[in-house]
């Protein structure tokens, strides 16, 4: 259990690049990073505009000489002190991550970047290349996956508790862009509807990374053997970028998937969920009651396993911060990824190979196979939607 003890030997120096005032998703990372004494903010380049991002720096209790006005400045000057950043955490649009990853590990800091890594397969191959010639970790923060109830998952699939796993559905779906409005007034949509920026597509990448990242970790044996990817944009001007597609997906051995994700589900509130259904059970799990985990053997009555209590396996209890009763959500999850992450680093700091080894958290290989997700969706749906073989960087190779 979390008892707020040191899990670390001391709190790592950090600095942020984006994630500033107007930033969507700046404030997860800070409260996920400052729950444990694993973090100390100690500088940023916070924003595109300097002067707004030292402002907001400031405010934060930064010191402002250590507000820079581009990350560029940040790593060059950070490094000639003696107590410079040794992390850093990368919240800014999506172009932006391969060249701040980069210049990061270059300048020999420690990486938490935000998903999608980059656009490339070649590029995320490249980031880990320099990631190990230098030593360094790169994290990648799907928030969500911090959830403890999908350790859960991972443990009873593990031991056979659903049987053979036959289904997986899948869906990361919402209505906020179901109008062309929010691509014209908000900044964060604007720029998730350009392929300059975005990448090479908007709601695989946005949203279904995620969800592909959490089957990955609750079933790690599961490997893609070939999907179809059928993707749209119903708001016509985000072509040739989808808000809405439908995944279908063959396994190894021999289940077969589904993943649905959509900006445009109008009204949805609700809309990220898991269901692996087994030769005998099925589980599910929605990210809008995280506590619950529905577990339903066939011929039984269902059973709702309620996060925090002791019939659950050990796997979650490391993770367990407020106990029974108490509901968990989004920012514990966060806490929790930045907590994995920060042991990760303290771990490859000391030499530490057997801690890394056993240490489940989303490292480069989640953030590699993130951007195989999309580059396998988008090659099979740019194809007149046709069943593709699933590339990964050892099948190319093999
Ligand atoms: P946003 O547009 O709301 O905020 C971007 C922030 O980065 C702003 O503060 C902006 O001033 C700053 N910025 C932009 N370029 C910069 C640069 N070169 N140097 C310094 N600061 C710069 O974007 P949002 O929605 O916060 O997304 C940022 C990233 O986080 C994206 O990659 C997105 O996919 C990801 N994201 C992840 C979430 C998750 O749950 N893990 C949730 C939301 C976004």
């Known amino acids: 259990m979390i008892n707020g003890e040191n899990r670390i030997t001391r709190p790592l120096r950090w600095g ?52 820079y006005p581009d990350y560029q400045t940040m790593f060059a000057e950070e490094s000639n002190l003696d107590d410079g950043i040794e992390v850093v955490s ?18 020999g800091l420690h990486v938490i970047c935000e998903k999608p890594l980059v656009f490339t397969t070649k590029e995320a191959v490249e980031i880990k290349q320099l990631a190990e010639e230098k ?14 109830m999908l350790l859960q998952m991972r443990a009873m699939i593990e031991q056979g508790k659903i049987g053979d796993i036959h289904l997986v559905d899948l869906q990361y779906t919402h209505g906020y862009a179901a109008t062309v409005d929010g691509d014209k007034k908000n900044a964060a949509q604007k720029w998730r509807v350009d392929p300059k920026i975005a990448g090479p597509s908007f709601v695989l ?6 969800t592909y990242y959490m089957s990955q970790l609750i079933m790690p044996e599961m490997k893609i053997k070939k999907l179809l990817c059928d993707r749209q944009s119903f708001v016509g001007s985000r072509y040739p970028l989808e808000d809405n597609a439908y995944v279908l997906m063959h ?17 949805c509130m609700d809309g990220q969920r898991i269901r692996i259904v087994g030769s005998k059970a099925s589980l599910e799990w929605w990210d809008s009651k995280p506590n619950e985990l529905r577990y339903e053997v066939q011929g039984e009555p269902i059973q709702t396993l ?14 367990e911060r407020l106990g029974t009763l108490h509901q968990e959500g989004l920012s514990d999850a966060w806490a929790n990824i930045y907590l994995r992450i920060a042991v990760a680093i303290d771990a490859k700091n000391r030499g530490d190979e057997a801690t890394l080894d056993k240490l489940i958290y989303p490292d480069i290989d989640a953030g590699i196979a993130g951007v195989q997700w999309i580059e396998n969706c ?19 190779h093999a």
């Not at 309620?306 to 993770?319: A, M």
């Open 205 to 210: 990448g946005d949203l279904s990374t995620h």
């Open 90 to 107: 990368i919240a800014t649009p999506n172009g932006t991550h391969y060249e701040i990853t980069m210049a990061a590990l270059n300048a």
């Open 16 to 67: 942020m690049v984006g994630g500033g005032r107007t930033g969507q998703v700046g404030y997860k990372h800070r409260t996920g990073a400052l729950r444990d004494k694993t973090y100390d903010l100690v500088a940023g380049a916070f924003d595109i505009n300097a002067e707004r991002g030292k402002d907001f720096g400031v405010n934060l209790g930064v010191d402002s000489d250590r507000c």
């Open 306 to 319: 309620v996060r925090g209590t002791e019939y659950l396996d050990e796997l979650t209890s490391e993770y």
């Open 251 to 267: 396994y190894e051995n021999g289940a077969v998937g589904r993943m649905w994700t959509s900006a445009v589900d109008a009204g």
């Open 135 to 148: 030593g360094l970790i790169v994290g990648v923060t799907y928030g969500f996956s911090g959830n403890v």
């Open 378 to 396: 988008v090659r099979s749906a740019d194809n007149g939607s046709v069943w593709v073989e699933y590339e990964t960087e050892e099948s190319v």
